[in-house]
C-alpha cells in the first residue's frame, strides 16, 4: 500500500505571493489533517477534513485554508506569505478505525 | 488552555534504558499518542493509549494516568538509530475527528 505523499517536497516563495500544496492520502483513508512545523513552535494543527467536509481547523489566521476532493486528496493554501510562514508543512491520513495517523514526508516552505 | 509538557532533551547511553515524560493539561481527552520523529523525516507512530495503565510494544512501552495528567515513552535496550525526537501528543476527543495536540516534542541523544 502506498504511503501518505506530498508535492511539492520544497518550494521558495517570497513575501505577498501565494502557495498551494497538495497532499494524496492512503488509500482507503477518508480524514487528512494538516499540520505546521517549526523549530520554535514544534507541530502546530491546522485542520481535518473528511468526506470534502472541514471537520477541524486550528488557531490559525485565515489565509491559511484548505479543501479535500472527493478522492480523498487534499490541498492547502496560504495566501500573501509572510517570512514567519517558513516551516516544514505536513499532512497525515487515518482511516480513523486505529486512531493512527500517518503522515507524508512534508512540503519544506521557505519564505523570503 | 492546552498544555503539553516534555524535557526539551534527554541523553542515554546504548543498551540502558530511558524514560520519556510527559503531562498534559488539555479541554478533553480521548487519548495520548506517541510518535517518534528522525531528523528531516515524517512523525511514525508508535503508540495510543486511552486507558490508564501501561502497554507494551516491543522496545517500546506507553504509560497513562488520566487522573494525572501523565505518560512516560519508556525505551529499552537503547540503539543508536533511537536517536530522535519523540511526540507526545494529545486527542482532546471534544470534536468529531482529529484536532491532535503536540507537544513540542523531546530529543534523545543516544550515546555509546
Known amino acids: 500500500k502506498a504511503g501518505v505523499t506530498q508535492t511539492p517536497r520544497y518550494l521558495i516563495k517570497t513575501r505577498g505571493q501565494q502557495v498551494t500544496l497538495s497532499c494524496s492520502p492512503i488509500s482507503g483513508h477518508r480524514s487528512v489533517s494538516w499540520y505546521q512545523q517549526t523549530p520554535g513552535q514544534g507541530l502546530q494543527f491546522l485542520f481535518e477534513y473528511f468526506s470534502e467536509t472541514q471537520r477541524n481547523k486550528g488557531n490559525f489566521p485565515g489565509r491559511f485554508s484548505g479543501r479535500q476532493f472527493s478522492n480523498s486528496r487534499s490541498e492547502m493554501n496560504v495566501s500573501t506569505l509572510e517570512l514567519g510562514d517558513s516551516a516544514l508543512y505536513l499532512c497525515?491520513?487515518?482511516?480513523?478505525?486505529?486512531?493512527?495517523?500517518?503522515f507524508g514526508p512534508g512540503t519544506r516552505l521557505t519564505v523570503l | 488552555g492546552q498544555n503539553i509538557d516534555q524535557p526539551t532533551e534527554m541523553t542515554a547511553t546504548e543498551g540502558a534504558i530511558v524514560q520519556i515524560n510527559c503531562t498534559y493539561q488539555t479541554s478533553g481527552f480521548n487519548g495520548l499518542f506517541w510518535y517518534q520523529q528522525h531528523a528531516g523525516e515524517a512523525p511514525t507512530f508508535l503508540s495510543y493509549n486511552v486507558l490508564d495503565g501501561l502497554e507494551e510494544k516491543g522496545r517500546f512501552s506507553s504509560f497513562l494516568s488520566r487522573s494525572k495528567g501523565y505518560s512516560y515513552l519508556l525505551l529499552k535496550e537503547l540503539q543508536m538509530k533511537d536517536s530522535a525526537s519523540y511526540l507526545c501528543a494529545v486527542d482532546p476527543g471534544n470534536t468529531g475527528g482529529f484536532k491532535t495536540i503536540f507537544g513540542a516534542g523531546t530529543r534523545l541523544f543516544v550515546k555509546a
Open positions: 497525515a491520513s487515518s482511516s480513523r478505525v486505529t486512531n493512527e495517523q500517518f
